[in-house]
């Protein structure tokens, strides 16, 4: 029962990805700005980018994606030996292509706040994987609580900075699925999709 319950989220996933196709952009932008509604304008808030290699890798993922998931263990190590070694600067992007995403999103970049480095983000990445994995973890109070078992800091206050930002790169290097992994290097961009082709590429740069 839970290889087909596995095999029906995936099924369910790609459809949903096939249905979004063209209006993924303003699907995203919808919604980071309804999550940004509830907001006054506030100071500037934390980013996802670590490193300061010559190299820029963005790596696009959603909470949602069981691909996502099943990747994030294999690909850590590879990410933190290339920042290590100052081969790369590293930005994370939170692609909002399930309905419950953006909150995700939200709840990440609250928890950026108060530390704002590549283990503290790995660590609350995990976590709202392994979140995200139970359908019934959906509001702000369950985020909350599991962050509070979990001993996770966050402060609540205006993403819409953040999230301005990860739509300007959505746009940018036009994502259309996830995992996305795109690198910038000598002037050339190139984009990796799914799990053998971004461990393959990011390899190719240690």
Known sequence: MKGEAIIKCVARDIKNRQMVGGIFIVMAVLGFIAVNSLFAKGPAAPFPVYGAGAIQVRFYTDYFCPPCLAMEPAVEPVLRDLLKDKIITLTMVDVPFHRHSPLYAQYFIYALKGKNDLEHALKVRNIL??????????????????????????????????????????????????????????????????RQDILKALKNLQ
């Open 129 to 194: 994987f392994e979140a995200a994995s139970s359908t019934h973890v959906t509001t702000r109070e369950q985020l909350e609580e599991i962050f509070k078992s979990k001993r996770i800091p966050y402060e609540i206050f205006d993403p819409k900075p953040s999230f301005s930002r990860y739509n300007d790169l959505i746009k940018e290097d036009s994502i259309q699925s996830t995992p996305t992994c795109v690198i910038i290097k000598g002037g050339k961009k190139e984009a990796f999709v799914g």
